[in-house]
C-alpha cells in the first residue's frame, strides 16, 4: 500500500514569535495540507500565508465568515502582501490546503478553514500569482504566537 | 515510512440509539497527534429535515463553547454557543428525502496535550429539494484533560440504522 498522507515537518513555539517557516518543502508530493493549532487569550490577531518568502503584493484572496452571532460578511482583497486565511482568537484551528504546489506553470491556490471560538468561523480561497513552485511557507500574525501553538505539514501523493 | 492515518474506530448502527460514542470507556489510544472523526448520520426526528449534532469528550459536558456559520439554501447565518459544541445540521432527519444522511468531518489537533482543546467541523446536507446547509464549526473545550473518547448527540430524536462514524489517528511524525 503507497503511503499517499505523509508528514513532512512539525513545530512547536516554546518561545512566543510572530511567524513560523516551513523550509526546504519536498518535491515529491502532489498536494499539501497545513495544519495550525493555536490560543490567544487577549485580543484577536490576523493570520497571514506568504510562499518563497515573496513579501510583494502578488497575493489576492476572497473569504466568507460567520461571527457566531448571526452575522455575516465575505470580503475580499486584491494585490496584497499575504494572503489572509483567519483570525486567531480564543482556541483556534487552521486547516489549509494547497493543491499542485510544485508545478511551474500555474498560479498557486489555496484553501482554508479556521475556527477561532472568540471570534468567528471563516473560509477562504487565496492565490499566489506566480508560477514558481513552492518551496517554503510563512505563517505569521499580528503579535506573537503563544507558546504551545503547534504548526504542521503533511505531503499528499496522488499515486 | 510512518503511517500517518490509522483508522482506530469504525461503527455503523444496526438499530436506532440516542448517540454514538468513539472510544467508549475512555479506549482512544494517545498515541497520535490529531484526531479526525468523519460521520454520516441521520435523526428519525418527525417534522425536521435535519438536527444540529452536540460534541462532547471523555462524557464531559461542562466548559464547552462554540460558533457556527452555515448557509441553508443559499443564505448565510452564523450561531454563538456559550454551554455546548453546536454543530448546526449535523444530521439529517425524517422529513428530509429517503437515504438522505449528512457529510461531516471533525478534526481535533494534539486531543492528548494538557491544553484547551480546540475543534473544527465542515459539515453538509444535501437533499435534492430544499432545506440544504453547509456549516463550519469551531468549537473550544476548555479542559486540560487528555481526550479518550467523543460523542455525538443529536438535538432532536434518535440516530438511525446506518449511521456511521470512523475515527481516526492522525500522526505528524
Known amino acids: ?62 473569504f466568507t465568515y460567520g461571527d457566531g452571532s448571526g452575522g455575516t ?5 486584491n494585490n496584497a502582501g499575504s494572503i489572509y486565511v483567519g483570525q486567531i482568537n480564543g482556541g483556534t484551528v487552521s486547516l489549509l490546503n494547497i493543491n499542485n504546489y510544485s508545478n511551474t506553470t500555474t498560479y498557486k491556490n489555496i484553501l482554508t478553514r479556521n475556527g477561532a471560538t472568540a471570534q468567528s468561523v471563516f473560509t477562504a480561497i487565496g492565490t499566489w500569482q506566480n508560477t514558481n513552485a513552492i518551496t517554503s511557507l510563512t505563517i505569521s500574525r499580528g503579535g506573537n504566537f503563544t507558546v504551545g501553538s503547534t504548526f504542521t505539514i503533511y505531503g499528499i501523493k496522488a499515486a | 515510512m510512518a503511517t500517518t492515518y490509522t483508522l482506530i474506530e469504525a461503527q455503523t448502527l444496526s438499530s436506532s440509539q440516542a448517540s454514538i460514542t468513539l472510544g467508549s470507556g475512555g479506549t482512544i489510544p494517545q498515541i497520535y497527534t490529531d484526531l479526525q472523526l468523519l460521520f454520516s448520520g441521520r ?25 457556527t456559520f452555515y448557509a441553508s439554501n443559499g443564505t448565510p447565518g452564523s450561531d454563538n454557543f456559550t454551554t455546548n459544541i453546536w454543530t448546526q445540521d449535523g444530521a439529517t432527519a425524517a422529513s428530509a428525502t429517503s437515504s438522505t444522511f449528512s457529510n461531516y468531518s471533525l478534526y481535533v489537533p494534539n486531543y492528548t496535550s494538557s491544553n484547551y482543546k480546540s475543534l473544527s467541523v465542515d459539515s453538509v446536507i444535501e437533499n435534492n429539494a430544499a432545506n440544504v446547509t453547509i456549516g463550519f464549526t469551531a468549537g473550544l473545550w476548555s479542559n486540560t484533560a487528555a481526550i479518550t473518547s467523543i460523542t455525538l ?21
Open chain 2, 43 to 67: 435523526s428519525n426526528s418527525s417534522g425536521r429535515v435535519s438536527v444540529a449534532v452536540n460534541i462532547s469528550f471523555n462524557g464531559n459536558t461542562s466548559n464547552r463553547s462554540s460558533k
Open chain 2, 153 to 173: 448527540t443529536p438535538e432532536f430524536g434518535s440516530l438511525i440504522q446506518y449511521t456511521s462514524a470512523y475515527l481516526y489517528g492522525i500522526k505528524n511524525s
Open chain 1, 73 to 77: 460578511g465575505s470580503q475580499k482583497g
Open chain 1, 1 to 62: 500500500m503507497a503511503a499517499t498522507y505523509e508528514p513532512i515537518a512539525t513545530f512547536t513555539v516554546s518561545t512566543a514569535q510572530s511567524s513560523y517557516t516551513f523550509s526546504s518543502i519536498p518535491q515529491t508530493y502532489t498536494d499539501l495540507y497545513v495544519v495550525i493549532s493555536s490560543y490567544e487569550g487577549s485580543s484577536g490577531a490576523s493570520l497571514g500565508v506568504q510562499f518563497n518568502g515573496d513579501t510583494g503584493n502578488n497575493y489576492c484572496y476572497t
